[in-house]
């Protein structure tokens, strides 16, 4: 026994919304899904191609469709028709039409779906997709009959992923997930397309962002938009859980474009807000590069949030502290002391070696900074380099000490942080130079 996918809406539909290409009673209406006029046209072919003969009454009218051969030179094709009441009628369309762009089942199904949905003014309520055993009419309702297959079994088990009108989510912007995964595209509620990106929200556009009349766009307009909507419509409490993460997920919204979020003031504001409050009044962003004064600040209690690149860093510094440019709140008043006369001398003294035997990447001396010791547990800091910086502190305590200020200014020469490769092979270079002096000398 065929079974069919019953989609029911209250009201007769006009012949002519089924049969003629760019009419639409909701053509202009931000509210409705429809615009163009072509859904349920290019639906049909779709649905026919795949050998799914759909059965539609308007009313009590039936509507179905029909193929009938005809050529064109040396070429046969499949013109298109229909048979409506007692009238059978040829389109002006081949069943090829639409071919490039409509080539899925769930591309027609999503336009008769659409087009309930408008004709109950977005109540899905007022609907009824359910599977039935047969194809009846009823007075007053237009029913869309469609044979039942996989592909199509497939979408209905799936119209609550293809409509957010089903969850209750068709006016929401942005839609939280539990779980990363691959970001889906709504557009007015309907599901438009997946992008090949991971995120941690799906996207729900609204009218001011146009698609093509088969409901498609490209994966960069797409991205593009995406990350809009979750700057400027995403909670902030989330925003800031997201922004914070240190996962290594490459997800669609941890992607600034290297220097800003380009969020309005009144969303950075906000931002701010949350951020201390989710993680502390003292609190401020960090990356692994900056971890001799992540140590440092969290010696006067403050709490460094650590991100997973440096783009995102550079990125929120916007909004909030770093670690690096809130040194003066962390150490001003409180531990940075005048330049010892006696530690400058020092320090230029070791670059002029550095310089002599060519070890200073060609940069200028960097600033210097005496401070005043914090000690914890009886240990204290001797002196620390703030990466992608040009200064460097050395502990008042200890002002001359040459291995602390040349293992500072090997940090401030390769911006590379204790134990790293870079660091190391820095030293080795070093020792291997002033060896090569004393040899010679």
Known sequence: MQQYLKIENEGVAPIAGFTVLGMSTSRG????????GSGSKFGVLSLIRSNIDPII?????????YTRPETMGDKI???VGYRFRTKNELLS????????????VSMGLREYVSNAIDAANGDVSKIKIEIVDNARAKTGLTRVFIPITPAVLDYYRSLSN???????????QVIIKQDVSHCRIYLKGVYVRTLNQLSYCDYNFGEEIKIDESRNMDDYYARYYARHYFKEYCPVEVMVRVLSNNTEVDALELVSNGRSLGMSEKRKVEFEKEFKKQNGENSVIATPLEGAMVNFAAKKGIKSVMLRSEEMRSALSEIVPTVSNCDDSIINGCSVQPLRIDTQKRVEKVWAWLNQIGMTANKDIPEIASFSCIMTGGSEMQGFHIPNTNKIYINEQNPVATNVILEELGHYITNSTDGSQDFQDWAFKVAGKIIELMENS
């Open 162 to 172: 293809n409509y957010l009108h089903f969850t209750g989510k068709q006016k929401s």
């Open 77 to 79: 094709f499949q013109r």
């Open 57 to 65: 009454y308007l009313g009590t009218d039936k509507l179905t469709y």
């Open 93 to 104: 369309v081949s069943l090829d039409f639409g071919s490039a762009d409509w080539t899925d």
């Open 29 to 36: 209406d931000a509210s409705k899904v429809g615009n163009f």
